[in-house]
């Protein structure tokens, strides 16, 4: 059983940044891969970022490619989710979750994504 637990949500201004933390136990075959989520109001939850815990290679939706960056610390068996150039749209419930296929754990469905963490809020101000 693979256990999530995120850390560094806040409030920040938009042009700011913030980074994620995902504290990761369990069996490593089981979170191969790694992905951050988010849920804004009235939104569907969606994935935004994936790591392959194997080797590193990520994946990024458009909305997030170039102002996000996920990594992995090994010894620490951390995750985190670096936000930079942070917007009012990126206001949401950040979600770190797990699976054993990359970059599918992204696609949020029982079958590719079997873990989830409890979520950290973030909020951007005009």
């Known amino acids: 059983q693979v256990q999530l637990v995120e850390s560094g949500g806040g409030s920040v201004q938009a042009g700011g940044s913030l980074r994620l933390s995902c504290a990761v136990s369990?069996?490593?075959?089981?979170?191969?891969?790694m992905a951050w989520f988010r849920q804004g109001a009235g939104k569907e939850r969606e994935g935004i970022a994936g790591?392959?815990?194997?080797?590193?290679?990520?994946h990024y939706v458009d909305s997030v490619l170039g102002r996000f960056a996920i990594s992995q610390d090994n010894a620490k068996s951390t995750i985190y989710l670096q936000m930079n150039s942070l917007k009012p749209e990126d206001t949401a419930m950040y979600y770190c979750?797990?699976?054993?296929?990359?970059?599918?754990?992204?696609?949020?469905?029982?079958?590719?994504?079997?873990?989830w963490g409890q979520g950290t809020q973030v909020t951007v101000s005009p």
């Open positions: 979750a797990a699976g054993p296929a990359f970059p599918f754990c992204m696609l949020g469905t029982s079958a590719n994504t079997r873990y």
């Open positions: 369990g069996p490593t075959h089981a979170g191969n891969c």
């Open positions: 790591i392959y815990r194997g080797d590193g290679k990520t």
